[in-house]
Nanobody
Framework: QVQLVESGGGLVQAGGSLRLSCASS????????MGWFRQFPGKEREFVAA????????DYAASVKGRFTISRDNAKNTVYLQMNSLKPEDTAVYYC?????????????????WGQGTQVTVSS
């Protein structure tokens, strides 16, 4: 059984920064790709960023590219999402997820384990 626990969410003013963390346990962390998704109220979960096992390959949604950075520390079984230049439209619940393959995908169905989510609120 894989467990993912997110932390680091909170309230920040527009233009500010937050760093989300996602600690993983239960599966060999260094093998699978990791992803971050977010969900707005009443909307479906959407892709934000993904990273392969080595951290050498990343993928970003167009809406966050250049502002967000995904990284991972396999020694700590943790993936991070550094969010800079935050906007009110980034307000959402952010989820991390893992998949058993090193291939990066953007679909919700491509990931088999999810964290409980952490709220990010950006005030204007």
């Amino acid at each position: 059984q894989v467990q993912l626990v997110e932390s680091g969410g909170g309230l920040v003013q527009a233009g500010g920064s937050l760093r989300l963390s996602c600690a993983s346990s239960g599966r060999t962390f260094s093998v699978g790709a990791m992803g971050w998704f977010r969900q707005f109220p009443g909307k479906e979960r959407e892709f934000v960023a993904a990273i392969n096992w080595s951290g050498g390959t990343t993928d970003y949604a167009a809406s966050v590219k250049g502002r967000f950075t995904i990284s991972r520390d396999n020694a700590k079984n943790t993936v991070y999402l550094q969010m800079n230049s935050l906007k009110p439209e980034d307000t959402a619940v952010y989820y991390c997820a893992t998949r058993p393959s090193y291939v990066l995908v953007r679909t919700v169905g491509g990931y088999d384990y999810w964290g409980q989510g952490t709220q990010v609120t950006v005030s204007s």
